[in-house]
């Protein structure tokens, strides 16, 4: 996933907009770095993601001459599909219903972020357990195919031993930016020293960029959901085509 390497990126109405996932536009819209887009193309990014040794194996992976043995593979059906359909619905139900994330819980004054920070790094963790399960299975399941779906699952898995780290560190910075999205709005947040005196009033007002904070948070973790199934996605669609 090459394209994380553009994690931070400039929320800047003047220049050129942002092109990528919806989670990296999440992320653009959230920071206020100055970081211009990169002009590399994905093979490049990816050849400096690549050390000698992984190369080496992705090479070997991609020019392995195709077996000539008749694979005696079970069929795939549904119930591969409808698995990962039921752990992304759960992890999604999981992300949009947690209660840290749920408007106008605790007082805004008392709030600190390291308590979303946590709560983000332990769904992070879910994701990535959940997602990376899945991705085994399936390419188990892919290299039990065809000869030539057998390559593909060995490049899959080369590319998933070279990729993951750099990945991982990517992903690792978001809280880190999401923590700043936080200090800015609770910045601007603050009720003016003139507001009016109305208790109700002055709630509502330091309040709300905490909301808002909760559904910027929520919608970068079910972007970044989407970011993680994209493996898993593609194997689905390898296994389908046999």
Known sequence: MAFLASVVLVQDPQRTSIRGSTFIRLLARLT????????????????????????????????????????????????????????????????????????GQADAAEVEYTVFRQRYLTLQRRMQSATGN?????????????PEMARLAEVDAVMERALSPREHTLLAAVPAVLGEHFERLRKTGQAPVDAPSDENSSTATTSAWLDTFRRDMQSVLLAELDVRFQPVEGLLAALRTR
């Open 32 to 103: 206020d770095a100055d970081v211009s887009p990169s002009r590399q193309s994905l093979s490049d990014r990816l050849s400096q993601w690549l050390d000698w040794t992984h190369a080496i194996a992705l090479s070997t992976a991609i020019d392995r001459r195709a077996s000539t043995d008749i694979f005696d593979a079970p069929s795939f059906g549904l119930a591969e599909a409808e698995e990962c359909a039921r752990v992304r619905a759960s992890l999604a139900e999981t992300i949009k219903g947690d209660a840290e994330l749920a408007a």
């Open 134 to 146: 899945l991705r085994g299975r399936l390419r188990d399941l892919l290299a039990q195919k065809t």
